[in-house]
């Protein structure tokens, strides 16, 4: 059975908040906005620049061919300019 978590006593808006913190907290650690090579990018973002498919993108990633960073666990994946490029040497 899975264990959730009860939050009681904060509003909706509050609550988007503290998740929105979050997550640019997490993504500020995976990403430096000077340096364009470690500019996150989004699955479609990527697959866009290396001219593939989505379902390739994702081929390449479980190949090993190509590295991601994952948000969250099992949340969003993001990739560098810096891993697309090194991914075609």
Known sequence: MKQGILIENIEVDDLQE????????ELSQHS?????????LTREEAADYLGITLPTL???VTSGRLRCKRIGGRGKVFFTLEDIHSSLK
């Open 32 to 40: 430096d906005p000077n340096d364009p090579a470690r500019k996150l």
């Open 58 to 60: 994702r081929d390449y």
């Open 18 to 25: 503290l998740i929105k913190e979050a997550v640019r907290e």
